[in-house]
């Protein structure tokens, strides 16, 4: 029998055994609710959608079908991780769509930051449609669906991003089995299910991905100067110890230019924005102060290393009043 709805006396699961017994549970559920039929699945390889993925594995295997749409905007490492993760260790069924061009096509010469991620949810929408048009026999949806999703939507205070969104005749039956669990019982489930920590603790990454820290119209190399400076920062953080314990951290690439000069020649590249917070809720947001060496660290080599950076800036600002991301 599935809950639909936390149970209030419900026991926070902290602990290997308590994770194990969810994971038991929720696999005869699973096996229960799918039978021998095909289930579906949006894998982002974020935390929620991850454990998703590695708990329908378990429970029926080849019946799940994962569709990952790379759409250009993850991070560095990030598409070659789901496929080394899902289809190489764990023998899912993975369908991998490289659809970079659309997207970055779609999305040339589009400043307003609502119409752009407007552009990459629909479109987002519309690929993995045509995917699951291509299969047959598909009956189950699964989400990522947490339970915060649901108090969140109930209470009008967002729309529920896992719900919706998709086709009207798209018609299938969901298939939720995270969604009354917390992140943090998300996260020790995902450990247990064997996904790599650096999967299961990672920051919070915005659905558009990096394309709102590439404030503007986005354009491919000011798009790759993002990807590789915030891969310099994760790796920094991860070597300074700070990987998992600041809440998020970024990079921003603004669309402007300021001289600048390197080997005797004038230079006219755009500046890095560093950005480190640290919140509970993301309504009010604090800063990471960073140590003047790591500082210094940084700067050398995104300068160094970044195509197209000349200056690094960071942002010690708040929230409020600045929000997290920049758009
Ligand atoms: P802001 O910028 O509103 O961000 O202070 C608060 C948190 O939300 C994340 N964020 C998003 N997540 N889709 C998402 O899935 C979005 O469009 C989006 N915009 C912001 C942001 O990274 C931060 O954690």
Redesign the pocket.
């Known amino acids: 029998m599935v809950n639909d709805r936390r149970p209030d006396d419900m026991v926070r699961i902290t602990t290997p055994e308590l994770a194990d017994a969810f994971i038991e549970e929720q696999i005869s559920a699973l096996r229960e609710q799918i039978g021998n039929k095909k289930v579906l699945l949006a894998l982002s390889g974020g935390v929620d959608s991850s454990v998703v993925a590695a708990l329908l594995i378990k429970a029926v295997g080849q019946q799940l079908v994962c569709v990952h749409v790379n759409h250009g905007l993850l991070r560095k490492g990030e598409p070659e991780q789901v496929i080394e993760v899902f289809k190489n260790q764990m023998k899912a069924n993975l369908i991998y769509v490289d659809a970079t061009d659309r997207f970055l096509d779609k999305l040339a010469g589009v400043t307003d930051p609502e119409t752009k991620?407007k552009i990459i949810g629909g479109e987002f929408i519309d690929v993995f449609a045509e995917e699951a048009g291509k299969l047959d026999g598909i009956e189950f949806l699964a989400q990522g669906t947490i339970w915060p999703d649901i108090l969140e939507s109930e209470a009008g205070i967002k729309a529920h991003?896992n719900a919706g969104g998709l086709p009207e005749d798209m018609k299938f039956e969901l298939v939720e089995p995270v969604k009354i669990l917390f992140k943090d019982e998300v996260r020790v489930v995902g450990e247990r299910l064997g996904l790599p920590a650096n999967m299961v603790y990672r920051q919070?990454?915005?659905?558009?991905g990096l394309g709102?820290r590439c404030p503007g119209a986005i354009t491919r190399d000011r798009l790759e100067a993002v990807r590789e400076s915030d891969a310099i920062l994760r790796e920094e953080f991860a070597k300074n110890g700070l990987e998992g314990k600041v809440?998020?951290y970024f990079t921003v690439v603004p669309d402007f230019k300021s001289t600048g000069v390197k080997d005797g020649k004038r230079t006219f590249d755009w500046p890095c924005i560093i950005r480190a917070i640290n919140t509970t809720d993301?309504m009010e947001?604090t800063v990471e102060h960073l140590s003047d060496e790591l500082i210094d660290h940084l700067v050398q080599r995104i300068i160094t290393e970044v195509p197209g950076i000349n200056r690094v800036l960071i942002d010690y600002t708040p929230?409020p009043p600045a929000?997290?991301?920049y758009e």
Not at 204 to 208: A, E, I, L, N, T
């Open positions: 991620r991003h919070p990454f915005p659905g558009p709102v809440w998020q993301v947001v929230k929000t997290v991301e």
